[in-house]
């Protein structure tokens, strides 16, 4: 085994007169790990401890590589052979990089020789620094108390240290680039490495821009001259393209680095990954929309027997004002008087139903309806009129305390009856187990201060679960033993399209309010 061991990657095994150069060395043991290396893999197992690595310029991330290997062999010394155009650009990205701020640098141009003579110089001095690495830690055997002091006060330090925390942004889990005033990449972090793998545009020296489709430079192109006059850019969401011809929707943040005499010397560019984000929300959005379809129509079957009640009643008063008028008529001195007013109970009567089957239909009309200025005490009234078989059928007493000067609220009658409805057949259902006619709803109407419009409805039923309080509104939370666990949901959704709130409290001394916050100004458009 020779006295030093090279690990070599980017150097042609056949055509490199550098890699014949250093194993000519009868003092280096040269070791190709190039097909021993790939991401989040270490070096391969049987590979010696190294003590030089030399990245060669056939690699597309040199900086980003050499910070892989210098993570497994940090006691390694690391060369670079690079172009001799670029060596000085390439030095000035090393500070970016923590593991490489003692790398070697070697142009191209130079001889064999020379490369050969630091590569041995850098070998020499990684054993020098292992030698007194070791002569230290013989130091701490026979000194372990003030060595144990002085290693936690040298932690404490690199905690606090601008070195720390660079090397936290090279681990962090979203990819990161260090950009220069121009906007071409100087540098970048593992995340960046993974992601950008096989694009070759995410490459040290080149335009940022070839990490965008070409219809997004335009807008990168304004993020810099923004970022550039020192404001910072957060979650800006674009393309992204990570391979040949593939590309991912990402939210990107630009934040200026200052020089120390306070002009922009370039760039921090995060990106974020959110294509699947994205693909999720609008798989949420179509399932939220299902199943608020398929809640009205379950709701509404729930609620047929009490329609049918409601309805069947005006058809029965008129039939019986119809046959009362036929009576007044038929006398032998008719009384027009009192046909008239049967007559005109028929009419109201019949309008009551045409009322009712119209509520009904609206809620399968998909059609968008604009907000209308409401009277929520008569959305209350008709909402009671639906109601009232199921409350009569659970003898439940209804009490109303309704402002009469109640200002109008902003919003579409038929969504908004719905709330209404759930809620209160909510009660009835959170009262049924109470003797009867003991069940109490109380539904009151005010004007809040801030002018908005409050609409309470109380009961004295079982009440909530405290355990419970904070998931009432949760979809698919239900305790009902066949509920769907959608009614309440829907309900706070339809009350917050409109801009209001709705929430939930304990009621005194038992049961529970639900309350519903209206405003008397149209919501701002989503």
């Known amino acids: 085994m020779s006295a030093y061991t090279v690990l070599l990657a980017g150097l042609d095994p056949g055509k490199s007169p550098i890699r014949r150069q ?100 850098a070998a020499r001095t990684a054993r020098a620094v292992g030698a007194q690495t070791s002569a230290a830690n013989e130091g701490l055997d026979k000194a372990w108390n003030i060595a144990v002091h002085e290693a936690q006060r040298r932690e404490r330090q690199i905690l606090l240290s601008e070195r720390f925390m660079a090397t936290v942004l090279v681990q962090a889990p979203d990819p990161i680039f260090a950009l ?206 639906l109601a009232k078989g199921e409350l009569e059928r659970e003898s439940v007493v209804v009490r109303c305390e309704l402002q009469e000067t109640l200002p109008r609220a902003m919003g579409e009658r038929v969504p908004l009856q719905q709330v209404l409805l759930n809620v209160i057949i909510n009660a009835a259902d959170a009262m049924s187990s109470l003797p009867r006619g003991d069940a109490r709803l109380e539904i009151r109407t005010r004007q809040q201060v801030n002018g908005t419009v409050l609409i309470s409805v109380t009961d004295n039923g079982c009440g909530i679960d405290p355990a419970h309080a904070l998931l009432v509104f949760d979809a698919y939370f239900t305790t009902k033993p066949h509920g769907m666990g959608m009614g309440l949901y829907i309900c706070k959704s339809i009350v917050e399209a409109h801009g209001g709130r709705m929430w939930a409290a304990p009621a005194i001394p038992r049961g529970t309010t639900f309350q519903v916050e209206l405003s008397t100004q149209p919501a701002n458009p989503p």
């Open 22 to 121: 250093l194993q000519r060395s009868g003092e280096l043991d040269v070791v190709d790990v190039a097909a021993h290396m790939s991401p989040g893999r270490p070096p391969h197992s049987r590979t010696p401890e190294p003590d030089v690595v030399v990245i060669g310029p056939g690699l597309v991330q040199p900086l980003a590589v050499a910070g892989f290997l210098r993570q497994h062999s940090p006691r390694a010394q690391v060369v670079f052979l690079v172009a001799s155009q670029r060596v000085e650009e390439f030095r000035a990205a090393l500070p970016f990089v923590p593991q490489l701020a003692d790398a070697w640098t070697v142009s191209t141009e130079d001889s064999e020789e020379t490369v050969g003579a630091v590569v041995l110089e």
């Open 180 to 385: 220069n005033a121009r906007g071409d990449i100087i540098s970048s972090n593992d995340a960046a490495f993974r992601l950008f793998l096989n694009n070759p545009a995410a490459t040290v020296g080149l335009p940022v821009l070839g990490l965008f489709p070409p219809e997004a430079h335009k807008e990168i192109d304004a993020l810099l001259a923004r970022s550039g006059r020192g404001n910072i850019v957060e979650r800006y969401v674009t393309t992204i393209v990570t391979n040949a011809g593939n590309t991912r929707n990402a939210a990107i943040s630009m934040s200026p680095i200052r020089a120390a005499e306070g002009g922009v010397m370039g760039f921090a560019l995060t990106i974020r990954d959110i294509t699947d984000l994205r693909e999720a929300e609008k798989r949420l959005a179509e399932a939220r929309r299902e199943l608020a379809q398929v809640a009205r129509r379950t709701m509404l079957s729930a609620m047929s027997a009490s329609i049918a009640h409601e309805i069947r009643q005006p058809l029965a008063a008129v039939i019986a004002s119809g046959e009362a008028a036929l009576r007044w008529l038929d006398r032998d001195e008719p009384d027009i008087a009192e046909a008239r007013d049967a007559l005109q109970q028929i009419v109201e009567d019949a309008r009551r139903t045409g009322h009712i089957v119209t509520n009904i239909s609206g809620m399968f009309q998909r059609d968008k309806v604009v907000p209308v200025p409401l009277d929520m005490n008569e959305v209350v009234r008709d909402v009671l009129a």
